[in-house]
């Protein structure tokens, strides 16, 4: 599938390797409270793993009842891979170690049929990252993954052409 790196690339502000004992973040919830520096934006490069070049900007939003949005400054595709929808999911807090908040994320969103001729897929953002309350920065993996409109994208067995993209983001914050 040619061209999927550069739709996982476009979503990779968001997925998420969930495991390990994390929980849903809810307001309500008294375990929430180590995590709720990392609530907010936060403007993210991605970058292909092991390759510095930004593959594209994102914004990633988690809010304080676990719910997690990101936009692609390359959602509107080109020749090499298809056009794609914003991102929305889930987040769950992890541990604190050493001041930073490890968490991880899980996004789904869509691709539309464009110019590379890619038929329509849910595409699916696996992401783990930790937050640096002092100096304001998230960083971490995403994994995008993808499978048929009709498929079902919790089953990890039906995922395919996955890429892997690094991350940093800042968050944003008023001046």
Do not use: H
């Not at 719910?67 to 914003?86: L, Q």
């Not at 464009?114 to 960083?139: H, N, T, V, W, Y």
């Amino acid at each position: 599938k040619s061209g999927m790196g550069a739709v996982l690339a476009l979503a990779l502000g968001m997925g998420i390797a969930v495991g390990g004992g994390l929980g849903i973040a809810r307001a309500d919830d008294p375990a929430l409270e180590p995590c709720l520096p990392a609530v907010g934006t936060f403007l993210i490069s991605n970058e292909k793993a092991g390759d510095k070049a930004v593959a594209s900007r994102s914004l990633l939003s988690l809010t304080s009842d676990g719910n997690a949005f990101f936009s692609d400054s390359r959602e509107a595709g080109d020749t090499s891979y298809p056009p794609f929808s914003d991102g929305r999911g889930a987040w769950m807090c992890g541990t604190v170690e050493d001041g930073k908040v490890n968490l991880a994320a899980l996004i789904l969103d869509f691709t539309f049929t464009g110019k590379a001729g890619d038929p329509q897929e849910i595409a699916r953002l696996d992401m783990s990252a930790s937050f640096d309350a002092q100096k304001q920065i998230l960083s971490g993996t995403t994994t995008l993954s993808f499978v048929p409109l009709d498929g079902d994208p919790f089953d990890m067995n039906a995922l395919s052409g996955q890429a892997t993209f690094d991350f940093t983001g800042q968050k944003v914050v008023m001046p």
